[in-house]
């Protein structure tokens, strides 16, 4: 039988689960007459690198060459800044601030010129030299099934980063990492029928040119540099036609790691806008409980 219970009123269950009641409150609550320990000027050793925030979460618009065109995701952002040895802290909020203040403005549009001039007003709203910002979020473009022609959605991890530095300037950098379909050339070798093939991963991190504001999509870009390097796409929508034209397509065109980083590099050398990459193919072998990875970096 169940037993009926008898509630006390809502403040008497607070205290029976241990609040208190408030305490004599001497400290004062006007900022002005607050301690601001952040600020506080002494030699405290060493000049700190980088200090902010991570993990943070916001809706951004995306401009993207392959449909859809214009699309809305979540982001994660980072948002750091040097400070010299003489000073305590930072001033935390001031980074959320200026990320409220780009929201509140029409939302915020992912653009690089967007980032620059984003970092330059954090700098001067931290009251500090430099400043950076990394953001993070899933691209989302159409694929068409090669036969059929239907339409799915597939996304890439993507991630745009901007340092700015007083009397320097600015430098920009950016990662895509995708999947691909590859065949092992070796079991198309050595076997009597078919060949064992495996989703792969290719990361691309290129840093650009300092004259690069987007005339190209660098997403599209680096999407293509892995893609069309692989065995094959990978699909979001396959009818059997379809399938039969992947599954040949990776027959005809055998990759190992190491044959994609060497392929995907060659494509990212030949983009006028990178400067320096760094390729990483990690595939999920189907016949291993291990994953084969290969990677390279190559400075212009």
Request: proline share 4%.
């Amino acid at each position: 039988m169940t037993r009926k219970i008898e509630l006390p009123p809502k403040k008497e269950r607070h205290k029976l689960f241990g609040s208190v009641e408030p305490g004599l409150k001497l400290k004062p609550t006007e900022k002005e007459k607050m301690p601001d320990l952040q600020n506080t000027k002494k030699d405290f050793l060493f000049t700190i690198d980088a200090v902010g925030i991570s993990n943070v979460k916001q809706p951004i618009i995306i401009e993207s060459e392959l449909e859809p065109n214009q699309q809305t995701t979540i982001a994660t952002f980072k948002m750091t800044s040097k400070i010299s040895y003489d000073a305590k802290g930072t001033n935390m909020s001031r980074f959320t601030e200026q990320l409220e203040t780009y929201r509140q403005n029409g939302g915020f549009i992912l653009s690089i010129k967007n980032l620059y001039d984003f970092t330059k007003e954090l700098a001067e709203r931290l009251k500090q030299k430099d400043a950076s910002i990394e953001v993070t979020f899933p691209w989302f473009y159409e694929r068409k099934g090669p036969s059929s022609q239907l339409t799915g959605l597939n996304h890439s991890e993507a991630k745009l980063t901007v340092h700015y530095e007083e009397g320097i300037g600015f430098s920009s950098s950016a990662s895509l990492t995708c999947a691909v379909t590859t065949l092992c050339p070796c079991s198309k070798e050595i076997s009597e029928y078919s060949a064992h093939n495996q989703r792969g991963y290719v990361t691309m991190n290129v840093e650009f040119t300092e004259d690069y504001h987007e005339e190209v999509d660098w997403k599209k870009a680096l999407l293509e540099a892995a893609e069309t390097n692989a065995s094959a796409m990978i699909h979001p929508v396959l009818k059997r036609p379809d399938e039969k034209m992947v599954t040949e397509t990776a027959y005809e065109n055998p990759r190992f790691v190491e044959d994609m980083v060497r392929l995907v590099a060659a494509d990212l050398y030949e983009l006028s806008f990178v400067k320096a990459f760094q390729v990483e193919c990690r595939n999920e072998e189907s016949i291993h409980l291990h994953d084969a990875i290969a990677s390279l970096s190559y400075r212009k």
